[in-house]
Every structure is written in structure tokens, then in C-alpha cells.
């Protein structure tokens, strides 16, 4: 009879230095079994142990080629919904700790999501033929499956564009959740008039629009945001400027319209990884992304006299990644050496198969 999983408790209360020395003996026992996988907002201490850093969709492709039997995710819940999507059936995602979340993700259930399909059907007749909807991969997986089911998609920060314009090429508006700055910046890069991308807030009857707003928007954008990003406003650029008039500033397309507007640079975080590295030496940087990276990064690229600085005055950092610690990681990977799985991410085979439909367009598109 197999024992019993090891309690977490006895984990909580590790001091950081004993949680760390833990999590290299149990790798060491796990050996190839196991891959680690950090997004690049992970903190520090649970960072530094990575097999594989990036953004989500990268390290779910990424773990998915590789032999390990066990994919732990160090992210947030929809990270590993993805990663146990897209893995081989023998693969096992797990996350270290069910309470990493993802507030944004949390802004579109899918109960919300079908109420809107429905009354956007009643004002506008039959959506299939007349919306496409759009999740940003920052979403549950329900929704993924809802927009396979529907001739929809997924879509990054990296590749949005792209994916507008498939979903331009099939039908004439685009419903597009859950965050707002995204779309919205999108849709403006694209050209759309801002009157033509209105806000549709999921807890107001139609979304608070009328019939006329509905029938003329291009694409409708849900109440969505990133906490992180919204914390960034035209002013903290503004006053950066005035001290670096030759420096340079790259925002996160989750940042709003006005911040990304005057940005020099806007992409995801891996793009703002390449454009700063690759940039030439000495140079200033002011970034609006997530404050774990921008710590990193400013690190890196110190010994090429570059600075990097975080575009917020207060520390803002992603408080629901910020769950997974060196204690509960330990927990972990000590389970797995024993052979016991926990904290394991699946998501049923139905919803599954919908919303690999969904993600496998978003990969052929783009």
C-alpha cells in the first residue's frame, strides 16, 4: 500500500535556506522525470532552479517535447491548464500551489462569457456567422473550449495581430476577452477607430450598450485587466523622460492605451527581453511589465552599463505568482521523488479537445 502524500504543513514552516537546500536533493533524486518550468515573472528564489524559462504558451510547447513524466509549471493556474492541453498523455502537469491564480483570467467566467454570446445574439441574430471570439491565452480553459466550439481563437500578446486579421477574414466583428488593453491596442495598431472598439461589462444587461453602440462596434472588448499593468500611467513616463531625455521606454500591450502610446517600444515580455539585450550598450530603459522581470533584467544587462528601471513608483509585482515559494516547490518535487503526485492540473478530455481546436488555429495562423 502506498503512503501517504507528505502533509504541506511540514513545509510551510521550512526557513528559506532548508526549503532551497530540499528542492536541489529532491531534482537530484526526480533526474530526467521531472522539468521545471518559470514564466518570467516568477520570483528570485524559485526562478533560479528553471529547466525551462519564457512566457506560457513557449514552455508548455516546450515541455510538451521533452521525456519528462512530471511538467512543473511554476506560474499561475491557466499555465498549466495549457501545458496539460498540449502535453502527451503520459505527461503529468502540475502546479505547486492551486492558489496561483490569475486575476485577469478570473474577469471572463464562462457563464458570463455565454450570457453575452446570448444576448449579442438577440440584438445582432445568429453570432456564429457574425462575431469571431478571441480569448487572450490569459484565460481558463472553459473559454479556450468555448471559442473552439464557436470558430474562435486564441491568441498572445506576441502574435494579436495576426490573429485580428484571421478573424477579420471570417467574419465582421470580434468579441474579445478578457483584457481590454490588449484588444483595444491591437485593434488601434490595426487601424480601428477607438468609437468602433467598446467596452462590454459583463455584470451590466448587454454589456451597457445600446443596440446602435453593438451593431457599430468592430470589436467589442470585455472589462478585463492585468492588476499589474493598470498600475502604469502617461505620467511616470512623462516625468522619466524629463530626466533621460535620450532613454528609451517599452511597455507590456497589457498597459493602457495611453501608456503604450508613449512608449517607444511595445511587445511582450519576450520581446522586451530581445529589444533591451540587443540594444546597445549605456543606453536607459524604462519598462512597464511586471516588477520580477524588470528586477532581472536590470541586473543582466548592468555589466553593459545599460539601466533598466521599473515604470511604477510602488512595488508592484504578480501577487497570485508570487504564491509559489521555495516552501511550497520543495513540497512539491519531495512528493514527486516519492512517487506522489500532487496539486496535478487536468483539465477534462471534452473541454480539452475544444480548446486544443482553439489553440491549434491560433499555431496554424501564426
Not at 37 to 58: M, N
Amino acid at each position: 500500500m502506498q503512503a501517504a502524500t507528505i502533509s504541506f504543513d511540514r513545509f510551510n514552516v521550512l526557513a528559506d535556506d532548508e526549503a532551497q537546500a530540499r528542492i536541489r536533493a529532491a531534482r537530484a533524486r526526480l533526474g530526467d522525470k521531472a522539468v521545471l518550468l518559470c514564466h518570467h515573472y516568477q520570483r528570485a528564489d524559485v526562478y533560479q532552479h528553471a529547466d525551462l524559462t519564457g512566457d506560457s504558451l513557449k514552455l508548455a510547447r516546450l515541455a510538451s517535447q521533452t521525456d519528462a513524466q512530471y511538467i512543473v509549471f511554476c506560474g499561475v493556474h491557466f499555465m498549466a491548464e495549457v501545458a496539460d492541453i498540449l502535453s502527451k498523455p503520459s505527461q503529468i502537469a502540475i502546479l505547486p500551489d492551486l492558489a496561483a491564480g490569475c486575476s485577469m483570467a478570473d474577469m471572463a467566467s464562462l457563464a458570463k462569457v455565454e450570457r453575452c454570446w446570448r444576448e449579442l445574439g438577440e440584438v445582432l441574430g445568429a453570432p456564429d456567422e457574425r462575431i469571431t471570439p478571441v480569448t487572450y491565452i490569459n484565460s481558463a480553459a472553459d473559454l479556450k473550449a468555448f471559442c473552439g466550439e464557436h470558430g474562435g481563437i486564441v491568441c498572445t500578446s506576441t502574435n494579436a495581430p495576426t490573429i485580428l486579421d484571421w478573424a477579420f477574414s471570417r467574419r465582421e466583428k470580434v468579441l474579445f476577452f478578457p483584457d481590454q488593453h490588449l484588444g483595444r491596442w491591437t485593434g488601434f495598431k490595426k487601424g480601428i477607430p477607438l468609437e468602433q472598439m467598446v467596452v462590454w461589462d459583463p455584470d451590466l444587461e448587454y454589456g451597457g450598450l445600446t443596440p446602435e453602440q453593438i451593431h457599430n462596434a468592430k470589436i467589442l472588448l470585455w472589462k478585463g485587466h492585468c492588476s499589474v499593468h493598470q498600475m502604469f500611467q502617461p505620467g511616470h513616463i512623462e516625468r522619466w523622460r524629463k530626466q533621460h531625455p535620450d532613454g528609451f521606454v517599452i511597455s507590456h500591450p497589457e498597459s493602457s492605451l495611453e501608456v503604450c502610446r508613449n512608449s517607444d517600444y511595445v511587445g511582450s515580455t519576450e520581446y522586451i527581453i530581445n529589444t533591451i539585450s540587443a540594444a546597445a550598450a549605456n543606453t536607459h530603459w524604462l519598462v512597464g511589465t511586471e516588477l520580477n522581470l524588470v528586477s532581472r533584467l536590470a541586473g543582466e544587462m548592468k555589466p553593459q552599463g545599460k539601466t533598466v528601471e521599473f515604470m511604477a513608483p510602488t512595488v508592484c509585482m504578480c501577487s497570485t505568482m508570487q504564491r509559489i515559494d521555495p516552501q511550497h516547490l520543495a513540497w512539491t518535487l519531495e512528493n514527486l521523488a516519492e512517487g506522489k503526485v500532487v496539486n496535478q492540473i487536468r483539465v477534462p478530455a471534452h473541454e480539452a479537445e475544444l480548446a486544443r481546436i482553439a489553440l491549434d488555429r491560433m499555431l496554424a495562423v501564426s
